[in-house]
């Protein structure tokens, strides 16, 4: 822990009395004795505004936390729920719960709270879970859509076994390990004093401003830059393949299909936009306080980043762990119905007939003749038209 009155460099703090004083110190010519006594108070901002911040983030953090759990032991007490795709998606849950634990409180309390006044472990070790846990859910995103394409696009010749997709979960979450250890070697604990008052901090200080931009420059583009391109791409070749195959035993005259292809392409709409939006005001945020710190003389600035921008773009990025299980599992009619037994209690024989009837594959045979693979669908036109329909509306069963 160091003990400092003097000069010292910007550092990524949220806290804006402590940005106020570390940009006064960076500027000597307005360091004067007035500075030196200064005194902050235990609370940033006004009682509304903290209840406002209060709600919105007990918003996040429950939505992150029980939903995802509750994904969790659907898909593990369901062995039939116990598919590839599942697996990214338990992983993706976890990850998402792990936000919720690491990041959603310790976000809020830095936002309401001057200072850090949970010691200097703490200072280190959060830091670092925070943007592993964030790394792996994004990353966790970008390998479900890539699962998803091959799986949609090359379904004759894709074939990922559990083996292969434990080993790309490792993989994300090796690679979120080692790529955020800068965080843990450079957060530091810092206790700033003046004439009346020693305070507390937890700030990254980086051995040059160069290193400090490089790192922030390389978590943007591994951790959203390429994430939301593959995710774009993806999504967007799935979209066309989907637009353009016809489901059999189903008529375009009747609009069914039209209407299940519309359904489908504003699903993977959703996805892409609700993870763009998430995600990118937070990196705007950072990337101007990086290469652009705000001047002390225009403190409407300082005031309107600190104060509001921050907060709000931290909680828009958290938000997206509560938003992943509601569009990657709900939009799942299988696991949505699981959720609803699970919620009621009522697992009767009518529920347990419908997914021995929507699990069954009895109605489909592979015809290998002269070296062509032909699908053969039995039963009724309506049976086939439903299973058509699920098939396509279901892109993520």
């Not at 309401?112 to 200072?123: Q, V």
């Not at 206790?191 to 305070?199: D, M, V």
């Not at 931009?213 to 943007?220: D, E, M, Q």
Request: charged share 15%; hydrophobic share 45%.
């Amino acid at each position: 822990m160091n003990t400092s009155t003097g000069t010292v460099p910007v550092g990524w703090t949220t806290d804006r009395a402590l940005v106020t004083l570390v940009l006064v110190t960076d500027n000597k010519s307005a360091y004067t004795s007035n500075n030196t006594e200064r005194y902050f108070p235990v609370l940033q901002h006004a009682t509304p505004i903290i209840v406002v911040y209060t709600m919105a983030y007990l918003l996040v953090f429950l939505f992150a936390f029980f939903g995802n759990l509750i994904v969790v032991i659907v898909i593990w007490r369901n062995r039939w729920l116990h598919t590839v795709t599942n697996f990214f998606i338990v992983n993706l849950a976890v990850a998402d719960i792990l936000v919720a634990i690491f990041c959603v409180p310790i976000t809020l309390l830095t936002n309401i709270y001057t200072g850090w006044p949970y010691g200097s472990m703490m200072c280190k070790v959060t830091p670092y879970l925070q943007g592993v846990s964030v790394c792996a859910s994004v990353n966790t995103l970008a390998a479900i859509a890539l699962d998803r394409y091959l799986a949609i696009c090359y379904t004759l010749n894709y074939k990922l076994t559990g083996k292969i997709a434990r080993v790309v979960m490792g993989c994300v979450w090796a690679f979120a390990l080692c790529i955020m250890i800068p965080w843990a070697v450079y957060y530091q604990h810092d206790q700033y004093r003046s004439s009346i008052q020693a305070i507390y901090i937890c700030r990254l200080v980086w051995p040059s401003q160069v290193s400090g931009k490089f790192f922030l420059a390389g978590i943007f583009l591994v951790c959203y830059t390429i994430p939301l391109l593959l995710i774009v791409v993806c999504y967007a070749l799935i979209g066309l393949r989907v637009w353009n195959r016809n489901a059999p035993g189903i008529f375009k005259s009747n609009g069914i299909i039209h209407k299940s292809k519309v359904k489908v392409i504003k699903m993977l709409l959703v996805v892409v936009i609700l993870f763009g939006l998430s995600w990118l005001p937070l990196y705007a945020v950072n990337l101007k306080i990086v290469f652009s710190p705000p001047s002390l003389t225009d403190m409407n600035t300082v005031t309107i980043l600190y104060d509001y921008l921050v907060p709000v773009s931290q909680w828009l990025g958290l938000a997206n762990s509560g938003i992943n299980p509601l569009i990657y599992c709900l939009f799942s009619r299988k696991i949505r119905t699981r959720i609803k037994v699970m919620v009621t209690c009522n697992e009767t024989q009518e529920f347990k007939r419908q997914f021995r009837k929507f699990s069954s594959t009895k109605y489909v045979s592979v015809d290998y003749t002269n070296g062509h693979v032909t699908l053969r669908t039995h039963g009724t036109e309506k049976e086939r038209r439903t299973r058509s329909l699920k098939s396509l509306n279901n892109v993520y069963d």
